[in-house]
């Protein structure tokens, strides 16, 4: 594919994310696509998960994580310059103030409800509306118009989508957005084993960021079977049989660290 091929598909897909605010309309390559480009025009390591999926009134979204908010503190110099708390009707109420690197600055609330809460359950309870009110102001100041992960519990009906480590066996394996019939009859071979690829690649990155390993470990397993090629990730670096050696490494790995856990 050429640069002004990928160009133009990154921005029609770019245009029916903005247009629809849906991803369940994308297809898994589109889906990764869409993940790392948004990651990359926000300088954040997509191996560490800085996004998850969420089913809010009929559409697929993101919100962020707490490495989204961190590593966006770390880009921007986000800096939190006061925090004020109050209580009103039962409902514990931080204020956060925020100042980024050039000077700009924001203000951000977090609330939970505290009434009858006593001893730990409060003081806990005290804590989330301060990393609320934090995170909030951060997404808020670098001008990321989206739910952190602390508000998600919070709202009537909403279910998270783990498209990470699941099923009985604890594979890898990522869930796939189930393609119309008649795609699946015209595809050719090519396309067939470029979204298998995708699929396989998408498990990878859920398994980096499961097994919790460093950029470089990362690095080290994905050249170790791509036979020296880079950059991780690249679905253009990898065969599907090394990229499936690597998937199956990785699940060991997982597989033997759950059952250490056990002992």
Not at 183 to 191: G, I, N, S, V
Not at 195 to 222: C, I, M, N, R
Request: charged share 30%; proline share 3%.
């Amino acid at each position: 594919m050429t640069t002004t091929e990928m160009a133009t598909n990154s921005a029609g897909l770019l245009e029916r994310v903005v247009l629809g605010g849906d991803l369940s309309k994308l297809s898994a390559q589109d889906r990764l696509l869409y993940y790392r480009e948004l990651c990359q025009s926000l300088k954040l390591n997509p191996l560490t998960q800085p996004f998850q999926y969420l089913n809010l009134s009929g559409k697929l979204v993101l919100y962020a994580r707490k490495d989204a908010t961190e590593q966006l503190r770390k880009q921007h110099g986000v800096s939190i310059t006061r925090l004020e708390g109050t209580t009103t009707e039962g409902v514990y109420v931080v204020t956060a103030y925020a100042k980024d690197s050039t000077g700009r600055e924001d203000v951000a609330t977090g609330a939970v409800a505290i009434e009858n809460l006593k001893g730990e359950t409060k003081a806990n309870a005290l804590l989330k509306a301060e990393t609320k009110a934090k995170r909030r102001v951060t997404l808020s100041l670098c001008g990321l118009g989206m739910l952190d992960e602390t508000e998600v519990e919070t709202i009537p009906g909403v279910q998270v989508v783990d498209l990470g480590v699941a099923g009985p066996h604890d594979n890898l394996a990522i869930t796939e957005t189930v393609e119309e019939e008649g795609d699946r009859l015209f595809k050719t071979p090519e396309e067939e084993e470029r979204a298998e690829k995708v699929a396989v690649l998408e498990s990878v990155a859920k398994g980096f960021g499961a097994l919790k390993l460093t950029a470089d470990e990362q690095k080290a397993k994905w050249l170790k079977h791509s036979g020296g090629q880079g950059p991780v990730l690249d679905p253009e670096a990898i065969t599907l049989d090394a990229l499936n050696a690597l998937l199956g490494e990785l699940q060991t790995l997982y597989r033997a660290a759950k059952s250490r856990e056990k002992k």
